[in-house]
T-cell receptor, first 109, second 114 residues
């Protein structure tokens, strides 16, 4: 599975959009981009995933560049409850994730 | 529908003791995995299973054994605990392991080896 690179930390003002970048320049054609978050030391929580097209659900939007070498997770209106570590994962099989160290997002009041 | 259930939530072991971390899922998922997470790190894959009777090693398998006799359960065994195995352990399950579905994680077992 391809490796990913994320900034170690980001701050975002409450109510503003949080844009979390991820670089995955070695992604293969059959690999999906997944985003999870981990609040405190709880189990990772699924947010969204995509292959080529941009995706949106009730939690977030995922923007994948045309060459698929990078992506951005967008939390449209960040709240204090969105403070967490966000992981970007590229995989062809959901039973064998490779986690990096993620981005620690702090939402500021 | 309980999802992925891990027991116990907390455990303290003495060096050299053995124990089994339990993981059960009620979603009829074929694929199950065990991860460990050390402080300040991301999760690392220990072992995984693609179905009953089938298991394989992940990134950090040494010191751990697994078996999968039923679809629902995937226990992780520590044969002789070492302080280096102090960590938080997460179990996950997913449907057929295809890349177009998400994995569900348990709430973790916090293990301390003294």
């Amino acid at each position: 599975d391809a490796k990913t690179t994320q900034p170690p930390s980001m701050d975002c003002a409450e109510g503003r959009a949080a844009n979390l970048p991820c670089n995955h320049s070695t992604i293969s054609g059959n690999e999906y981009v997944y985003w999870y978050r981990q609040i405190h030391s709880q189990g990772p929580q699924y947010i969204i995933h995509g292959l080529k097209n941009n995706e949106t659900n009730e939690m977030a939007s995922l923007i994948i560049t045309e060459d698929r070498k990078s992506s951005t997770l967008i939390l449209p209106h960040a709240t204090l409850r969105d403070t967490a570590v966000y992981y970007c994962i590229v995989t062809s099989g959901t039973y064998k994730y490779i986690f990096g160290t993620g981005t620690r997002l702090k939402v500021l009041a | 529908n309980a999802g992925v259930t891990q027991t116990p939530k907390f455990q303290v072991l003495k060096t050299g003791q053995s124990m089994t971390l339990q993981c059960a899922q009620d979603m009829n998922h074929e694929y199950m995995s065990w991860y460990r997470q050390d402080p300040g790190m991301g999760l690392r894959l220990i072992h995984y299973s693609v179905g009953a009777g089938i298991t394989d090693q992940g990134e950090v398998p040494n010191g751990y054994n697994v078996s999968r006799s039923t679809t629902e359960d995937f226990p992780l065994r520590l044969l002789s605990a070492a302080p280096s195995q102090t960590s938080v352990y997460f179990c996950a399950s997913s449907y057929q392991g295809q890349a177009n579905t998400e994995a569900f994680f348990g709430q973790g077992t916090r293990l301390t080896v003294v």
